[in-house]
């Protein structure tokens, strides 16, 4: 006990030390510039860092992953978690790109108006998810009609008739600070979906002026979150400046972010070698270049994301042989047992492979219960998520051995299949015999890394059951794996990843079900399915996740996927204070800046290590109930 | 003189026409799954995929949409972006980009013929001689080498050594050296090699023994005539180098970090950005097509032997 004390105190120490040093700028990099500055499109990181920062929702995340009031400053969920009210802060002013006042005040008909604007075909938000508009009452039936309008289908009723109907939806303004969301069935974890830039505020009179251009520059917007735009140069540069007008400007610790577009990594490490830059992040090549230099200590993995890399099998596959072994649940074993996930892993960090494995398909610290205990710690994933790299030779050939006397006749001849040919064109052709090797077909994606594991998978493979029971067959596509293989069914095994997108497993588990949204196996189990339905069904959230940690065990015992690798987790350098700004699996108020300390000099690991170690210490004190 | 004018511009219009057209129904031979993600496939149905296509515009027919394209073009409306920078008007982004490439580029074009085409005159006045030598190593190393190579150890090295800046910020200039050299290296050489082997030819031609035998000074046989005539097939690309400067430089944009139009033509296809691709198309088509006729131009002007409006209607 009082060792973790000390722990406490060391780090909470190194902050103050840290703090002591602390700059008021912070200067990092983007590869990819930002679509726009349309803050309800954001399909890439720049563009959630710059919304996430700029503009607030209700609620967002502080450092410990927890949901926090933001504009809002309370709110309450009605007992069946259908119906959720917010109450705003008040005085709360827009701003603008000079980070002045304007004379408009942050209101509850903003938060309406934001959901006008992203519920609005015309305005192209891809990221409205079907699953969001099931959720929300109303929001459905109001989407399709205004698509079947635009499409031509319904001709009795002019488009604003329809845009009139947005009153059924349910979100409203139930007063000039209270909004209100009415959801079609219980969603205990409804604040998750609301860090996400669907949920932000727009001011309708502003928007109104500015039509077609709303976030073309950032004179064509206005401000509600800690930081205001103060130069945006495309493909150049993201200056923010810190909002005076901020109602929790005391914790905005960084005043002026500068951003700079550079796509060369090795440029950034330069940059950062010479002082210009407050972190960077490092690829593989560039860990091991920096070994023996005097940065070598400065280098520090940081945390991973809720991105899970798996494995895909084609339970559907027009390669008959693949088919036949696909579904038998001994084969799915062999592999399961067969893939050493720490040599592939060796290929992004060849110095701790196995620290950033993943067995399970929902990822740690991303969904906690009423208790506040993680989903990950559930007795029957916990026990998946500790096994590591269960890699085991002789229990993937025993059970391969297995497969073949199901599978094949025993004489190499594998049971109801014909020879045929599976025209894979542009991806792959195979002459398929119906006898031994099994032929499978391992699709990926162009790129170094990726290719290299195609190889080592192939390798690993073949080494392990022979070459006379299974061939490998490597296909490459051009840069688009659902358009050339996914959706066009050309694939019997590929690589794939898939991000976590709100606090609760059917986040993944939801869509894994039979014809679910990322099940590209089409694999079906209606075991599986019910359970999935079940949990769905609670909502005390201890109960559901019960029921979904015994679900996700069945679906990884019966092999449907592999998940075996976390993703960030990458290698860095940098003088920010890690865990002093907000964390979160999904959404966008993880990138937010605020409360984030940037020290004068580069982090040591040794720094980074006991800063990590003091954290976890807090947070499990913080967190637990 | 008039009447060329006018047939070349009706040529030129026609060639224009082709281009777009063209451009026009190969990007509409695009499959529309390009304008999805994998997590987009994940999160929208097809009603909302389809919903999406038509707030872009790209489910009207394709007459619509070139009529609807060419009749912004004539009112000067070039449209929006659709993919690229989503909503974000074409010409906004073609004039907020635009001026760094010409600058940059016409800044080392006047680099690439100064420096180049010194070279080649101190290289042939000294054939065989050090001059020589040592301009065909320059030459040979800028070409034979990949220019991502030299490029990238001039931007490490110099600005290590220096102490400047690695990328371009416009508040400082020191950092605009670099570029513009790296963006001149090849232009020198390109000058330099091709004087020289004019300048060569026409130091072995007859008229220049002639005058050599007259007893005419090298140095004004160099001056006024070789020199003159060399330069005649080199002035004939000069405007089409500099009106397409605009089009920037994919790779030293890239390294230097400077918002031009490098790669922008690139990006907008790959993301299959109609309204973009078909006013770059259009852009670089109209400047190219003009660089060459003004290239016709000044030839026949600073060439006597040229007239363009002769008996058949074409060089002579």
Same mark, same amino acid.
């Given at each position: 006990?009082?060792?973790?004390?000390?722990?406490?105190?060391?780090?909470?120490?190194?902050?103050?030390?840290?703090?002591?040093?602390?700059?008021?700028?912070?200067?990092?990099?983007?590869?990819?510039?930002?679509?726009?500055?349309?803050?309800?499109?954001?399909?890439?990181?720049?563009?959630?860092?710059?919304?996430?920062?700029?503009?607030?929702?209700?609620?967002?995340?502080?450092?410990?992953?927890?949901?926090?009031?933001?504009?809002?400053?309370?709110?309450?969920?009605?007992?069946?978690?259908?119906?959720?009210?917010?109450?705003?802060?008040?005085?709360?002013?827009?701003?603008?790109?000079?980070?002045?006042?304007?004379?408009?005040?942050?209101?509850?008909?903003?938060?309406?108006?934001?959901?006008?604007?992203?519920?609005?075909?015309?305005?192209?938000?891809?990221?409205?998810?079907?699953?969001?508009?099931?959720?929300?009452?109303?929001?459905?039936?109001?989407?399709?009609?205004?698509?079947?309008?635009?499409?031509?289908?319904?001709?009795?009723?002019?488009?604003?008739?329809?845009?009139?109907?947005?009153?059924?939806?349910?979100?409203?303004?139930?007063?000039?600070?209270?909004?209100?969301?009415?959801?079609?069935?219980?969603?205990?974890?409804?604040?998750?979906?609301?860090?996400?830039?669907?949920?932000?505020?727009?001011?309708?009179?502003?928007?109104? =002026?500015?039509?077609?251009? %709303?976030?073309?520059?950032?004179? @064509? &917007?206005? +401000?509600?979150? $800690?930081? /205001?735009?103060?130069?945006?140069?495309?493909?150049?540069?993201?200056?923010?400046?810190?909002?005076?007008?901020?109602?929790?400007?005391?914790?905005?610790?960084?005043?002026?972010?500068?951003?700079?577009?550079?796509?060369?990594?090795?440029?950034?490490?330069?940059?950062?070698?010479?002082?210009?830059?407050?972190?960077?992040?490092?690829?593989?090549?560039?860990?091991?270049?920096?070994?023996?230099?005097?940065?070598?200590?400065?280098?520090?993995?940081?945390?991973?994301?809720?991105?899970?890399?798996?494995?895909?099998?084609?339970?559907? =596959?027009?390669?008959?042989? %693949?088919?036949?072994?696909?579904? @038998? &649940?001994? +084969?799915?074993? $062999?592999? /399961?047992?067969?893939?050493?996930?720490?040599?592939?892993?060796?290929?992004?960090?060849?110095?701790?492979?196995?620290?950033?494995?993943?067995?399970?398909?929902?990822?740690?610290?991303?969904?906690?219960?009423?208790?506040?205990?993680?989903?990950?710690?559930?007795?029957?994933?916990?026990?998946?998520?500790?096994?590591?790299?269960?890699?085991?030779?002789?229990?993937?050939?025993?059970?391969?051995?297995?497969?073949?006397?199901?599978?094949?006749?025993?004489?190499?001849?594998?049971?109801?299949?014909?020879?045929?040919?599976?025209?894979?064109?542009?991806?792959?052709?195979?002459?398929?015999?119906?006898?031994?090797?099994?032929?499978?077909?391992?699709? /990926?994606?162009?790129?170094?890394?990726?290719?290299?594991?195609?190889?080592?998978?192939?390798?690993?493979?073949?080494?392990?059951?022979?070459?006379?029971?299974?061939?490998?067959?490597?296909?490459?596509?051009?840069?688009?794996?659902?358009?050339?293989?996914?959706?066009?069914?050309?694939?019997?095994?590929?690589?794939?990843?898939?991000?976590?997108?709100?606090?609760?497993?059917?986040?993944?588990?939801?869509?894994?079900?039979?014809?679910?949204?990322?099940?590209?196996?089409?694999?079906?189990?209606?075991?599986?399915?019910?359970?999935?339905?079940?949990?769905?069904?609670?909502?005390?959230?201890?109960?559901?996740?019960?029921?979904?940690?015994?679900?996700?065990?069945?679906?990884?015992?019966?092999?449907?996927?592999?998940?075996?690798?976390?993703?960030?987790?990458?290698?860095?350098?940098?003088?920010?204070?890690?865990?002093?700004?907000?964390?979160?699996?999904?959404?966008?108020?993880?990138?937010?800046?605020?409360?984030?300390?940037?020290?004068?000099?580069?982090?040591?690991?040794?720094?980074?290590?006991?800063?990590?170690?003091?954290?976890?210490?807090?947070?499990?004190?913080?967190?637990?109930? | 003189?008039?009447?060329?004018?006018?047939?070349?511009?009706?040529?030129?219009?026609?060639?224009?026409?082709?281009?777009?057209?063209?451009?026009?129904?190969?990007?509409?031979?695009?499959?529309?799954?390009?304008?999805?993600?994998?997590?987009?496939?994940?999160?929208?149905?097809?009603?909302?995929?389809?919903?999406?296509?038509?707030?872009?515009?790209?489910?009207?027919?394709?007459?619509?949409?070139?009529?609807?394209?060419?009749?912004?073009?004539?009112?000067?409306?070039?449209?929006?972006?659709?993919?690229?920078?989503?909503?974000?008007?074409?010409?906004?982004?073609?004039?907020?980009?635009?001026?760094?490439?010409?600058?940059?580029?016409?800044?080392?074009?006047?680099?690439?013929?100064?420096?180049?085409?010194?070279?080649?005159?101190?290289?042939?006045?000294?054939?065989?001689?050090?001059?020589?030598?040592?301009?065909?190593?320059?030459?040979?190393?800028?070409?034979?080498?990949?220019?991502?190579?030299?490029?990238?150890?001039?931007?490490?090295?110099?600005?290590?050594?220096?102490?400047?800046?690695?990328?371009?910020?416009?508040?400082?200039?020191?950092?605009?050296?670099?570029?513009?050299?790296?963006?001149?290296?090849?232009?020198?050489?390109?000058?330099?090699?091709?004087?020289?082997?004019?300048?060569?030819?026409?130091?072995?031609?007859?008229?220049?023994?002639?005058?050599?035998?007259?007893?005419?000074?090298?140095?004004?046989?160099?001056?006024?005539?070789?020199?003159?005539?060399?330069?005649?097939?080199?002035?004939?690309?000069?405007?089409?180098?500099?009106?397409?400067?605009?089009?920037?430089?994919?790779?030293?944009?890239?390294?230097?970090?400077?918002?031009?139009?490098?790669?922008?033509?690139?990006?907008?296809?790959?993301?299959?950005?109609?309204?973009?691709?078909?006013?770059?198309?259009?852009?670089?088509?109209?400047?190219?097509?003009?660089?060459?006729?003004?290239?016709?131009?000044?030839?026949?002007?600073?060439?006597?032997?040229?007239?363009?409006?002769?008996?058949?209607?074409?060089?002579?």
């Amino acid at each position: 006990m009082k060792r973790r004390y000390l722990i406490v105190a060391l780090g909470l120490a190194l902050c103050a030390l840290a703090a002591v040093g602390a700059q008021d700028r912070y200067y990092a990099t983007y590869t990819a510039e930002g679509s726009s500055l349309r803050y309800f499109y954001t399909p890439d990181t720049t563009d959630q860092r710059i919304a996430a920062n700029t503009q607030d929702g209700l609620v967002e995340q502080d450092r410990f992953g927890r949901f926090v009031p933001s504009l809002a400053e309370r709110w309450e969920a009605s007992p069946d978690s259908k119906v959720w009210t917010f109450y705003l802060r008040k005085d709360v002013p827009w701003v603008d790109s000079k980070g002045q006042k304007t004379k408009y005040e942050i209101t509850a008909d903003d938060f309406v108006e934001g959901f006008r604007y992203v519920a609005d075909p015309k305005n192209g938000i891809k990221n409205l998810s079907k699953d969001i508009r099931r959720m929300i009452v109303g929001l459905n039936d109001y989407y399709l009609d205004l698509v079947d309008f635009d499409a031509g289908k319904i001709k009795d009723k002019t488009r604003d008739q329809l845009l009139g109907n947005f009153a059924k939806v349910g979100v409203k303004a139930l007063d000039k600070y209270t909004v209100q969301y009415t959801l079609a069935r219980p969603t205990p974890y409804f604040l998750s979906f609301l860090v996400m830039e669907l949920f932000l505020p727009v001011e309708k009179e502003f928007l109104d =002026s500015v039509g077609e251009n %709303f976030g073309i520059s950032k004179e @064509n &917007l206005l +401000f509600s979150g $800690a930081y /205001y735009i103060s130069d945006w140069q495309r493909d150049k540069q993201i200056v923010l400046k810190a909002n005076p007008l901020y109602w929790d400007a005391k914790s905005v610790t960084v005043k002026t972010v500068s951003l700079q577009k550079i796509v060369d990594p090795t440029i950034t490490l330069q940059m950062f070698q010479r002082g210009e830059l407050s972190s960077a992040t490092l690829t593989a090549e560039q860990v091991k270049a920096l070994a023996g230099t005097k940065w070598a200590d400065n280098v520090f993995m940081a945390e991973p994301s809720t991105v899970t890399y798996w494995f895909v099998q084609n339970f559907t =596959s027009a390669n008959p042989e %693949f088919k036949a072994f696909v579904n @038998n &649940l001994n +084969f799915r074993k $062999a592999l /399961y047992y067969g893939l050493d996930r720490a040599k592939l892993n060796e290929l992004d960090d060849p110095y701790q492979p196995a620290a950033t494995l993943r067995n399970t398909v929902v990822p740690e610290q991303a969904a906690f219960d009423e208790k506040g205990k993680d989903y990950a710690d559930y007795p029957e994933v916990k026990a998946i998520r500790d096994a590591g790299n269960y890699y085991d030779k002789a229990k993937a050939q025993d059970y391969f051995r297995k497969a073949l006397a199901e599978v094949t006749d025993g004489k190499g001849t594998i049971k109801g299949v014909q020879p045929a040919t599976v025209d894979w064109k542009p991806i792959a052709e195979l002459k398929i015999d119906g006898k031994l090797p099994l032929q499978m077909v391992y699709v /990926y994606l162009p790129g170094a890394t990726e290719t290299k594991r195609a190889f080592l998978f192939k390798a690993m493979l073949e080494d392990l059951f022979g070459k006379d029971n299974i061939q490998v067959t490597l296909a490459q596509v051009i840069d688009d794996i659902f358009a050339e293989a996914v959706e066009p069914r050309r694939f019997d095994m590929l690589h794939d990843n898939f991000r976590f997108g709100f606090a609760d497993p059917s986040a993944q588990l939801g869509r894994l079900v039979t014809k679910g949204a990322v099940n590209d196996g089409e694999f079906s189990d209606p075991e599986f399915d019910k359970l999935v339905d079940e949990a769905s069904q609670k909502t005390v959230l201890s109960e559901r996740f019960k029921i979904f940690s015994k679900a996700e065990a069945l679906f990884i015992d019966r092999c449907y996927v592999y998940p075996w690798r976390m993703g960030g987790a990458s290698y860095m350098l940098s003088k920010v204070v890690p865990f002093t700004y907000p964390r979160g699996g999904f959404g966008i108020t993880r990138f937010k800046y605020k409360g984030m300390i940037v020290q004068k000099d580069p982090l040591t690991s040794k720094q980074y290590e006991e800063l990590k170690k003091a954290f976890y210490e807090e947070m499990n004190k913080a967190t637990a109930k | 003189m008039l009447s060329y004018i006018l047939k070349r511009l009706g040529q030129s219009l026609i060639t224009v026409a082709i281009v777009i057209i063209t451009v026009f129904l190969l990007l509409r031979l695009m499959p529309k799954s390009g304008y999805f993600t994998r997590e987009d496939y994940v999160n929208m149905d097809e009603s909302a995929r389809t919903a999406y296509l038509r707030s872009l515009g790209v489910m009207d027919d394709p007459v619509t949409q070139f009529v609807r394209f060419a009749g912004g073009v004539v009112r000067g409306n070039w449209g929006r972006s659709i993919s690229v920078y989503p909503k974000s008007p074409v010409m906004t982004i073609i004039k907020e980009k635009a001026p760094y490439s010409l600058w940059f580029g016409l800044a080392a074009l006047a680099i690439s013929m100064g420096l180049g085409l010194t070279m080649g005159v101190l290289m042939a006045r000294h054939k065989d001689g050090i001059f020589d030598t040592f301009g065909t190593l320059y030459v040979t190393i800028v070409r034979a080498i990949p220019s991502l190579i030299w490029l990238f150890l001039i931007q490490q090295w110099v600005t290590g050594w220096l102490g400047w800046p690695m990328v371009f910020y416009e508040d400082r200039p020191v950092s605009w050296i670099l570029p513009t050299i790296s963006l001149a290296l090849t232009g020198i050489a390109w000058y330099a090699i091709w004087l020289r082997r004019f300048m060569v030819d026409e130091e072995n031609k007859d008229y220049v023994k002639f005058a050599t035998a007259k007893g005419i000074p090298r140095t004004r046989i160099m001056r006024k005539h070789v020199l003159r005539n060399a330069l005649v097939p080199l002035i004939q690309y000069f405007p089409q180098q500099v009106l397409l400067t605009i089009a920037g430089s994919l790779l030293i944009e890239s390294i230097y970090s400077i918002p031009g139009m490098g790669g922008l033509l690139v990006n907008a296809i790959r993301q299959q950005d109609n309204p973009l691709v078909q006013a770059l198309v259009l852009l670089y088509a109209v400047l190219g097509i003009v660089g060459v006729f003004l290239g016709d131009l000044l030839m026949a002007a600073v060439d006597p032997r040229i007239k363009l409006a002769g008996a058949q209607g074409g060089q002579e």
